[in-house]
């Protein structure tokens, strides 16, 4: 708790950096600086990403505002929050309140460390659950 650190290796190079802050806000800066040093040293693949962000309508939004975990409650348990037109989300100990765009109708992407999500709808489009890499969390009950 309290600060953040990102690590890039690029075997093949023999290059890599290590970024540390003293804040758990700090992920933004910490990418910026690598994003700075891939530039730098011209590290191929690696660089900033473009997005095209899509707009859904307040309803849309709204329907992937909620609490998604996995098993017991103190596991995993990410929280996804709505101001305005804008999404958030956060996972107190591992991901710090971010805002995220659509780039599908069930895909987010974080705006400063470029994670992706993936929310899952059943049937009906009712979002049952969230995916973040491999991790599968659902819908808690209010």
């Known amino acids: 708790e309290g600060y953040r650190c990102q690590v890039i290796y690029f075997p093949e190079l023999g290059r890599g950096a290590a970024v540390m802050t003293n804040s758990d806000a700090g992920s933004g800066l910490a990418q910026e600086i690598l994003l700075a040093l891939a530039a730098?040293?011209?590290?191929?693949?690696?660089?900033?990403?473009?997005?095209?962000?899509?707009?859904?309508?307040?309803?849309?939004?709204?329907?992937?505002?909620?609490?998604?975990?996995?098993?017991?409650?103190?596991?995993?348990?990410?929280?996804?929050?709505?101001?305005?037109?804008?999404?958030?989300?956060?996972?107190?100990?591992?991901?710090?309140r971010s805002r995220v765009v659509f780039v599908e109708p069930h895909k987010?992407?974080?705006?400063?460390?470029?994670?992706?999500?993936?929310?899952?709808?059943?049937?009906k489009g009712n979002v049952t659950a969230v995916e973040i890499g491999g991790l599968k969390l659902s819908r808690a009950k209010p």
Do not use: C
């Open 40 to 96: 730098e040293y011209k590290w191929t693949g690696y660089g900033p990403r473009e997005i095209t962000a899509i707009t859904l309508d307040s309803a849309a939004i709204q329907a992937h505002v909620g609490t998604f975990a996995r098993g017991e409650p103190n596991k995993a348990r990410v929280t996804v929050s709505r101001v305005g037109d804008s999404l958030f989300v956060e996972e107190p100990q591992f991901i710090p």
């Open 108 to 123: 987010v992407v974080a705006l400063e460390s470029g994670m992706e999500m993936n929310f899952v709808a059943d049937a």
